[in-house]
């Protein structure tokens, strides 16, 4: 093993992005064997490979037996278990239950070894000790960012402002988390005030992904355009333009609360997660040319490094300032493609506008797994320019250091996070 490879196997690694369900999940209705070595993102392509949906549906019913569950599923396992998603799952098998090859005998067997890794402390173990990660910021698409009780220093919480930026208001739920009724645009800029500063102090960043359900491209609203589109939403009767004024509107206030509180504001880029209904028109980072333009005290998060309009981010990254540019979920995407990224990111933008891992994922056994798939490809790619003679062995090892932990303290007020969550536990 080399001196690099030494170093990114042993060197803590930030986790910019996680869904991670939380301990009583886990512990009390966590996942059969099955559910966890193939429910993250694999089932996207077991479907592309052909399995039917009787099959997809049976290999998620715990209620059924282990064996017939995945035969259903066998021939398009063999055609999946090369892409990123299919590595994703070895891993799992290799490394929580020793199994080098899927069978459905093996699969039973391994049943055993779940239970006792679903147990209270084992997530916080898995996560922390065996994939040593520094600290996870997991969105679970709320508001709230409370302090999780099994890691109060560990798993950290985004705000979410999905809703908001879809123009999706909900009077009910404004009313019931702020005690402000939302009847007017005024009363909307109070309720977004009040939820910043209730939740905001726990808070590791704002997110939104929007971009699964309308376009990345945003435009600067008026006050009146906006307040008239408001009136349209709240008596249900918005047009696909009302629905985006507002929706713009929304985004605009919650990157200002985000400066204001020091938070970066995440956003969903590139690929969507599933299988046919990507309108590929939606999700390219340079819709949001002028949103970037507009606040260049924010930092915006772009994530997925924008699959597969990869080499536009990298432009995006050289030219504006406020842009950070995340790897998070792309190794498990397309490997081959995110190291080629790192490569190329790394001769064109400085390295310290790179952050180099997010699982993506639900339970602690992928969020591992992706995380030593992630270190893999990084050491190959990273290894590459060295044999080219484009690195030095050192300055590989500080570029590794910095996309890998160094760049995530200098973006995210961790510390501060830190300090907020004790302050809220105690």
């Known amino acids: 093993m080399t001196d690099l490879a030494a170093h990114i196997e042993q060197q803590p690694l930030v986790d910019t992005h996680e869904h991670l369900r939380k301990e009583p999940e886990w512990v009390e209705n966590g996942p059969d064997i099955l559910q966890d070595l193939f429910g993250n993102y694999v089932p996207a392509d ?7 949906p009787e099959a997809m549906r049976d290999l998620m019913d715990p209620a059924k037996e282990i064996g017939p569950r995945f035969e259903g599923i066998r021939s398009a396992w063999e055609a999946a278990q090369l892409t990123g998603y299919g590595e994703a799952v070895s891993l799992v098998a290799s490394t929580f239950y020793g199994m080098d090859e899927l069978t459905a005998d093996g699969l039973v067997s391994a049943q055993d070894h779940l239970s006792a890794l679903r147990q209270g402390g084992q997530r916080f173990d898995i996560l922390k000790n065996r994939a040593n990660l520094d600290h996870i910021q997991t969105d679970d698409f709320c508001w709230p960012c409370e302090p999780d009780a099994s890691g109060p220093d560990f798993f950290f919480y985004d705000l979410s402002w999905k809703d908001f930026c879809n123009g999706t208001i909900d009077p009910a739920t404004i009313s019931e988390e702020t005690g ?25 960043a704002v ?50 609360h985000a400066i204001d509180h020091n ?21 390219k980072a340079g819709n949001m040319c002028a949103l970037l333009a507009a606040y260049p005290k924010a930092r915006f998060v772009l994530m997925h490094i924008a699959y ?10 050289k030219h504006y300032g406020n842009v950070w540019v995340d790897l998070c979920w792309a190794w498990s995407i397309d490997p ?28 602690p056994t992928s969020a591992m797994a992706y995380a030593i798939q992630m270190r893999r490809w990084f ?3 990273l290894e590459a320019e060295v044999a080219e003679g484009l690195l030095t062995e050192r300055q590989a090892i500080d570029v590794a250091t910095r996309i890998m932990y160094d760049n995530a303290y200098a973006c995210f007020d961790i510390p501060g996070t830190r300090s907020h969550i004790a302050s809220a536990s105690a």
């Not at 077991?46 to 039917?52: F, H």
């Not at 690929?271 to 990507?278: E, L, T, V, W």
């Not at 190291?339 to 506008?353: G, L, M, Y």
């Open 308 to 317: 597969p309009y990869s080499q536009e981010l990298i432009a995006l990254a």
């Open 336 to 363: 081959y493609s995110s190291a080629d990224f790192v490569r190329r990111f790394i001769h064109t933008v400085p390295s310290n506008k790179l952050f180099g891992f997010g699982g993506d994922t639900g339970w």
């Open 180 to 204: 402000i009724d939302v009847t007017n645009l005024e009363s909307l800029r109070e309720a977004m005030a009040a939820i910043f500063a209730k939740h905001a102090g726990c808070a590791i």
């Open 379 to 381: 050491t190959r790619a």
């Open 263 to 283: 938070l970066p504001f995440k956003i969903h880029t590139g690929y969507y997660a599933g299988n046919d209904r990507m309108p590929v028109s939606r999700i």
């Open 207 to 256: 997110k939104a992904q929007h971009a699964y359900s309308r376009t990345l491209d945003w435009h600067e609203r008026s006050d009146d355009d906006a307040a008239r589109a408001l009136e349209a939403t709240l008596a249900g009767s918005a047009s696909l333009d009302e629905q985006l004024c507002i929706g713009d509107w929304c985004w605009a206030r919650g990157v200002e």
């Open 46 to 52: 077991l479907k592309t490979a052909g399995a039917s």
